[in-house]
């Protein structure tokens, strides 16, 4: 499922945190942060940003260590700065049936929000264990769905602000090594700001998408 890993010296996203190859940042990287973004030179929404590692991880390491926390909050940060009118996506790609391209690790902000995610309906639950629930979707065009979210009332933008997400992210991994070990997609929609309420205040989940050849992300 991982795509071939060469290290940083053959890799893109690499490259472009020292400064080798251009890039249009958001938050450059430096000596005291661990994360940094910049713009996704494809054009296929309104915005589309990545958040990314300044050292190098694949997508598994990022996801299950605690630098997440710190990619997390400033993809939050990314999301309410440019899509926090329209709603937005947070969307981390795994193997080629996922369209991931790049090995570094990586979370895309992309305005809008998911009509997969809106019009999911739920099958079953799979299992409540340590604080997460584990439950079974049906979602268009997908052939496996779950999604994780903690048991205690919290809004997305709670989830992915806080050190919360690091445990969703560890059961989720620990779901698609059972169910969908050779490619999947995680993904969280944000509901667009309403009045006094920020965009995210919709209740806190982790997607996984996977089972097979999934779609393109937007």
């Not at 190859?21 to 942060?33: G, I, K, Q, Y």
């Not at 299992?127 to 903690?150: A, R």
């Amino acid at each position: 499922m991982e795509l071939p890993d060469y290290g940083s010296a053959d890799c893109v996203f690499c490259s472009i945190v020292v400064g080798n190859s251009e890039a249009d940042w958001e938050a450059r990287p430096s000596e005291d942060v661990r994360v940094a973004c910049f713009h996704n030179r494809l054009k296929w929404a309104r915005v589309m940003l990545l958040v990314t590692p300044t050292v190098h991880l694949t997508q598994s390491e990022l996801w299950s260590s605690d630098v997440l926390t710190d990619a997390a909050r400033l993809a939050v940060d990314m999301g309410d700065k440019h899509c926090g009118d329209e709603g937005y996506r947070l969307i981390s790609n795994f193997g080629l049936q996922a369209h991931q391209s790049q090995s570094h690790g990586h979370i895309h902000v992309v305005s809008g929000t998911s009509l997969l995610i809106q019009n999911a309906v739920q099958k079953a639950e799979l299992q409540v264990q340590n604080g997460l629930s584990v439950d079974e979707f049906e979602v268009d065009e997908t052939p496996f769905s779950t999604q994780i979210s903690p048991t205690e009332t919290v809004s997305q933008r709670e989830m992915w602000r806080s050190d919360r997400i690091l445990d969703v992210s560890l059961a989720a991994l620990e779901t698609t090594r059972q169910y969908s070990p050779n490619g999947y997609r995680l993904i969280s929609s944000f509901e667009p700001m309403s009045g006094p309420d920020l965009a995210g205040s919709n209740p806190a989940g982790l997607f996984v998408f996977g089972g097979g050849q999934l779609g393109l992300y937007v």
